[in-house]
C-alpha cells in the first residue's frame, strides 16, 4: 500500500474514532452523571479503582505486547501463525486472572461489607471479564492492521452504551446489589464487545468486498489457531519482538496505573477518597481518551507501515521519510495546541465543571484542584502519546531491550514520588508524580526522534514550537478566566455562572481565530486529512 494511502486511510481512522467516541461517550457521561447521585464514594472507589485496576491489569499484561508486535511490519506475512500467536493471549490471560484474582481477594484490604457489599463476586467477574474480552484478540489485531475505520470505534461505542444502561437501570431498581451490578455490567460490556467483532467477520469473510481487497483470511476457521504445514506454528520473529514489548509491556502497565497501584497496595488514600480521585481522573482524561488515543493507535500503526522498524532514515525511502517527518510535526503542533487549550482553560472551569457534573461531593474539598492540576497533566499526555507512538514504531529489538532497563528505573522512581508526595500533598500528589513520569517519557522520545533525523534535512520537533502570538494569547486568555472565575463563580447563583462561561467562550473564540491566522500548515493539515469526507458529505 502506497504512503499516501496509507496516512489517507490513518488519518480516517483516527478522526472516525474521535468523533464516534464523542457522539457515544455525550450518552454515557449523561448516565454516568445521573447514577453519581445514587452511590457511596466507597462503592464507586472499590469499582473504579479496585477492580477495574484488576481488569485493565490482567487485559494490558496479557496482549499490549502481542498488540505491538504483530501490528508492526506489512500486512503481507503468514497471518496464520500470527493468529497462533494472538491466541496465547488466551492462556496467559487465565494465568494472570487466577494469580491476580487469589491476591486481590487474599492480600489486598477488603471493603466493609455493610458498605461495599459482595466484593468477592466482584473480584471473580472482573477478572473474568478480562479473559473474555481476550477471546476477540485475533479479530481486534486483523481489524486494527487493515484499518477497519467503524469496526472498533462502533463495537467498543456500543459495548460501553450498553453497559452503562443496564448500571443505570440496576442502579435504580436494585441499589441494594452492590458489586453485583457493576460485575453484570461489566461482563455484559466485553461479551457486548466480542460479540460486535465476531459478527462482523461472519458477515465480512467471504463477501465480495473481502474478495476485492484480497483479504489474507478467507474463512472463520481460519481465525482459529492453526497447524502450518512443515513450518513453525508461530512466526519467531514476531514471538521474540512479543517477548521485548512483554517486558516493556510489564514496566509501562505500572507507569500507566501507577497512582491506582499505590491507592491498592500501600492504603495512602481511604476508598471514599479513592472514589473521588477517580471521577475526577475519568473526567480529566475524557480528552486523552477521545481524540489522543485514537490519534496515537491510528498512528502507530501509519508510522509502522510507512518506515520500516531498525533501519536508519538513510536507508528508507526518502519519500516515505518526507512524508512521515511532515505528519509527525503536524501531529506534534496538532495534540499541542489542544493540550494547552485544555491547560488554560481547565484552570479557570475546573470547579463549575465539576459542580455541573457532581454537585457538591466534586466541587468541594479537593476536586476542584484535582482537575486544574489534570489539566496541566493532559498536556504531558498529548505530546507523550504522539512521541512515543512513534517511537515504538521503529525501534528495533534490541532499542527496545535497551529501553527496558530505562522504563525499570523510572517505574521505581515513579512509585517512591507517588507515595512520598502523596503523604505530602494529598490526591493531588499522584498528579504530580504523573506530570514527572510523563516528562521523562517524553525527554526520551524526543531524544530519539532527534537522533534518528539528525543525519536528514527534516525537523519534525519542530511541531512543538507554536507561534509567538499565539503563546501570547494562551496567555491572556488565561488571566482573563482566572480573574472571571475569582468574581463570578461558582456559588453566586446562574447569572453569575454564565457570565463567567460567556468570558471564556470569547476568550476561546479568539484563541483559535489567532490559530486560523498563525497555523495555516496546520490548519491545511487537519482540513485535507481529518475533516475531508466530512466537508465532502456535506457539500
Not at 484480497?214 to 508461530?234: H, Q, Y
Request: charged share 15%; hydrophobic share 50%; with cysteine.
Amino acid at each position: 500500500m502506497a504512503a499516501q494511502d496509507v496516512l489517507s486511510q490513518t488519518t480516517r481512522l483516527a478522526s472516525s474514532s474521535a468523533l464516534l467516541q464523542v457522539l457515544f461517550r455525550v450518552v454515557t457521561f449523561g448516565l454516568n452523571a445521573f447514577t453519581l447521585r445514587y452511590l457511596s464514594r466507597e462503592l464507586i472507589g472499590v469499582v473504579n479503582v479496585r477492580l477495574t485496576l484488576l481488569y485493565s491489569t490482567v487485559a494490558f499484561l496479557a496482549r499490549e505486547a502481542f498488540r505491538r508486535a504483530c501490528l508492526s511490519g506489512s500486512t503481507k506475512r503468514n497471518w496464520t501463525k500470527t493468529i497462533n500467536l494472538l491466541w496465547l493471549t488466551v492462556p496467559l490471560g487465565v494465568f494472570w486472572s487466577i494469580f491476580l484474582g487469589l491476591v486481590w481477594l487474599y492480600l489486598l484490604e477488603v471493603p466493609d461489607p455493610s458498605v461495599v457489599p459482595h466484593y468477592q463476586a466482584g473480584v471473580v467477574a472482573f477478572g473474568l471479564s478480562a479473559i473474555i474480552e481476550l477471546l476477540g484478540e485475533p479479530f481486534w489485531v486483523l481489524a486494527q492492521a487493515h484499518l477497519f475505520v467503524r469496526l472498533k470505534v462502533i463495537a467498543e461505542s456500543l459495548s460501553v452504551v450498553s453497559k452503562c444502561t443496564l448500571t443505570v437501570i440496576l442502579v435504580v431498581l436494585y441499589p441494594q446489589w452492590g458489586l453485583y451490578i457493576f460485575s453484570l455490567a461489566q461482563l455484559l460490556y466485553v461479551s457486548v464487545l466480542v460479540i460486535c467483532y465476531v459478527i462482523y467477520f461472519v458477515m465480512f469473510l467471504g463477501s465480495p468486498e473481502a474478495t476485492k481487497k484480497s483479504f489474507p483470511v478467507a474463512r472463520m476457521k481460519a481465525l482459529l489457531p492453526n497447524m502450518v504445514e512443515d513450518e513453525t506454528l508461530v512466526n519467531w520473529k514476531e514471538a521474540r519482538l512479543t517477548w521485548s514489548f512483554f517486558k516493556q509491556s510489564f514496566l509501562k502497565q505500572i507507569l500507566t496505573e501507577g497512582e491506582r497501584y499505590v491507592m491498592t497496595f500501600l492504603n495512602v488514600l481511604n476508598f471514599g477518597d479513592q472514589g473521588v480521585y477517580d471521577i475526577v481522573n475519568n473526567l480529566g482524561s475524557l480528552v486523552a481518551r477521545f481524540i489522543f488515543l485514537p490519534i496515537e493507535e491510528s498512528f502507530y500503526v501509519f508510522f509502522a507501515k510507512v518506515l520500516e522498524r531498525g533501519k536508519n532514515v538513510k536507508d528508507q525511502k526518502q519519500d516515505d521519510v518526507a512524508m512521515a517527518a511532515n505528519v509527525l510535526e503536524l501531529l506534534l503542533k496538532l495534540v499541542l495546541l489542544i493540550g494547552l487549550t485544555i491547560t488554560v482553560f481547565g484552570y479557570a472551569y475546573s470547579q463549575l465543571a465539576l459542580d455541573i457534573y457532581g454537585g457538591s461531593m466534586l466541587s468541594s474539598g479537593t476536586g476542584p484542584d484535582l482537575l486544574r492540576c489534570y489539566s496541566l497533566y493532559v498536556l504531558f499526555l498529548a505530546i507523550n502519546g504522539v512521541t512515543e507512538c512513534f517511537t515504538f514504531a521503529l525501534m528495533c529489538k534490541e532499542e527496545v531491550d535497551r529501553y527496558n532497563f530505562v522504563m525499570l528505573a523510572l517505574s521505581f522512581t515513579f512509585l517512591c514520588i507517588s507515595y512520598f508526595l502523596t503523604r505530602w500533598h494529598g490526591s493531588i500528589g499522584f498528579i504530580l508524580a504523573n506530570c514527572f513520569n510523563m516528562g521523562i517519557r517524553i525527554a526520551h522520545s524526543i531524544h530519539y526522534i532527534h537522533h534518528y533525523f539528525k543525519e536528514s534535512t527534516y525537523r519534525p520537533l519542530m511541531g512543538l514550537l507554536p507561534s509567538p502570538f499565539l503563546i501570547f494569547v494562551y496567555i491572556i486568555s488565561g488571566v482573563i478566566t482566572g480573574f472571571s472565575e475569582v468574581f463570578f463563580c461558582c456559588n453566586k447563583g446562574w447569572i453569575s455562572r454564565l457570565i463567567h462561561i460567556s468570558m471564556g467562550a470569547l476568550c476561546f473564540a479568539a484563541t483559535i481565530g489567532t490559530m486560523f491566522c498563525t497555523e495555516t500548515k496546520l490548519i491545511h493539515f487537519v482540513r485535507s486529512q481529518f475533516l475531508s469526507r466530512y466537508m465532502k458529505k456535506g457539500t
